[in-house]
């Protein structure tokens, strides 16, 4: 039985839908610009046009140093930010609020701690960066679709990817399961997988993946969006993984 509060939710998503919801349009705009998005059914789209249109309701996607976005680039961000969460639901981004778009790569300041236990402090420049609390910082030109990027990479995918692994409080490649995902077959099937990156590196996987649990999470997350087939060639156990902690199939989706 559907409480008076749930019926409230639902009744106030609706309202912001029919004021809000992503023009239709433009909507095929997005779809013709991401081949990620156009391997979706018909019925996959229209719900994530629906997620889409109440992220761009609750979070602020904002240019920086100059960068003006246009409807379409919010509009694309949102759907790619959108569909890890297809089947999870926008509460899995709560607890923040923007998303910040550079032109291009952008310095942030890194420190790092030498084996000696010394600190580094410098900067480096990066095309997406996730904070626990705070905001998703992006660059437009990897993401801009116009342009060449290498195969089964996904800035946005890999970023919103961070937000699911801070959710429980930690970035550790562990992000808070639901049923269908036991954290020992979690643990067991990551730990061996990211162990034999490290020994036996594929050629044809970011070896970013390597450098922590929490990027290894977000490198097969891109993965298994972008390039399903080539994660369950390697790490089938791990595909299966994913499978069931994003309630998606993209190996259904006519790869």
Same mark, same amino acid.
């Given at each position: 039985?559907?409480?008076? +509060?749930? %019926? =409230?939710? *639902?009744?106030?998503? $609706? /309202? #912001? ?19 990620? +998005?156009? %391997? =979706?059914? *018909?019925?996959?789209? $229209? /719900? #994530? ?19 003006? +976005?246009?409807? =379409?680039? *919010? ?181």
């Amino acid at each position: 039985m559907i409480s008076p +509060l749930e %019926r =409230l939710q *639902r009744w106030w998503t $609706q /309202r #912001l839908l029919r004021r809000h919801r992503i023009p239709q349009a433009l909507w095929h705009e997005v779809i013709d610009a991401s081949p990620l +998005l156009s %391997r =979706l059914d *018909r019925s996959e789209r $229209q /719900r #994530l046009r629906e997620l889409a249109s109440l992220f761009l309701q609750r979070k602020a996607i904002v240019g920086a140093t100059g960068l003006e +976005l246009d409807v =379409l680039q *919010r509009a694309l961000i949102a759907a790619q930010a959108s569909l890890l969460i297809l089947n999870l639901g926008l509460d899995w981004y709560r607890g923040w609020s923007e998303v910040i778009v550079y032109p291009g790569p952008f310095v942030a300041p890194h420190r790092e701690v030498d084996e000696a236990g010394v600190v580094h402090d410098g900067q480096r420049g990066l095309s997406g960066e996730a904070w626990s609390r705070g905001p998703v910082l992006l660059s437009w030109e990897a993401i801009d679709p116009a342009r060449q990027r290498p195969p089964g990479a996904n800035v946005v995918l890999h970023e919103f990817a961070h937000k699911l692994d801070f959710l429980d409080g930690a970035a550790d490649g562990i992000p808070r399961l639901h049923a269908g995902n036991t954290p020992q077959e979690w643990a067991a099937d990551f730990s061996r997988a990211y162990a034999d990156l490290g020994l036996h590196p594929p050629e044809e996987i970011d070896p970013y993946a390597g450098t922590s649990p929490a990027e290894f999470f977000a490198v097969m997350t891109e993965l298994f969006f972008e390039a399903p087939e080539r994660l369950q060639r390697h790490y089938p156990a791990l595909y299966d993984e994913l499978r069931r902690f994003y309630r998606q199939h993209p190996l259904g989706r006519g790869h």
